[in-house]
């Protein structure tokens, strides 16, 4: 008894656990900073704020190739690249947007992990200054040696990546990769409201 005790605080099990809530604590750091920022703030200066750490922080080859799916290996370089650009500067205004003002919330970290499958899942809520907390958990992977975030779960069930997944598969299938592109773009666009 006393051994497992001793097993379940040793430092080790807690400095992995922080490395694989690094990446999600990381985040909420720089969404805190561009919040607090706010709409007085240029959308364009917020996104580059923004944009390393996202890069820093999320595999976005990762999701964007799972979520268009068996098609991707027989896309070109050049349409690869142009998709990745094109997700990543929307995967950062989404971000933008939907975090652009600050009125005392606060973003909670819980310590404790879980496995699943080979992904480890950080639980995390946002707390408003009133009313319920809103649970979103990360699903995070090693890659290239680093942790990294390969989905959110918002309500810590519902997969962002899986909805994403239907949506852009959709696209795919009728007007090919244009078709995912144009509406990347126009999403993008609508997300910064006319800025550039």
């Known amino acids: 008894m006393a051994l497992g005790a001793a097993l379940a605080n040793w430092p080790g099990k807690e400095a992995a656990a922080s490395a694989v809530t690094a990446p999600v604590e990381r985040l909420y750091d720089a969404l805190l900073e561009v919040m607090k920022r706010g709409p007085a703030t240029p959308f364009a200066q917020r996104f580059d704020m923004l944009a390393p750490v996202i ?6 080859p990762t ?6 799916g068996p098609r991707w290996s027989s896309l070109s370089p050049d349409e690869q690249a142009a998709l990745l650009d094109a997700y990543r500067r929307y995967t950062v ?13 606060r973003f ?4 404790e992990v879980r496995k699943v499958g080979r ?5 995390s809520r946002i707390i408003p200054a009133n009313g319920p907390p809103r649970v979103l958990d990360y699903a995070v992977r090693q890659a290239g040696g680093a942790w990294k975030i390969v989905d959110v779960l918002v309500d810590g069930s519902i997969s962002r990546v899986a ?3 239907s949506d852009f598969r959709s696209l795919v299938s009728s007007g090919g990769t244009a078709a995912l592109l144009t509406s990347l773009r126009r999403k993008t666009a609508d997300l910064q409201g006319g800025a550039s």
């Not at 890069?55 to 976005?60: E, M």
């Not at 999701?63 to 268009?68: A, D, E, K, T, Y």
């Not at 992904?119 to 639980?123: A, G, P, R, T």
Request: proline fraction near 3%; charged fraction near 15%.
């Open 93 to 105: 205004s989404t971000y933008v947007a939907n975090f652009d003002s600050y009125s005392g919330q």
């Open 119 to 123: 992904d480890q899942v950080v639980q």
């Open 108 to 111: 909670e970290v819980l310590p």
């Open 163 to 165: 909805v994403q997944r």
């Open 63 to 68: 999701i964007l190739q799972v979520s268009v």
């Open 55 to 60: 890069d820093q922080v999320f595999d976005l």
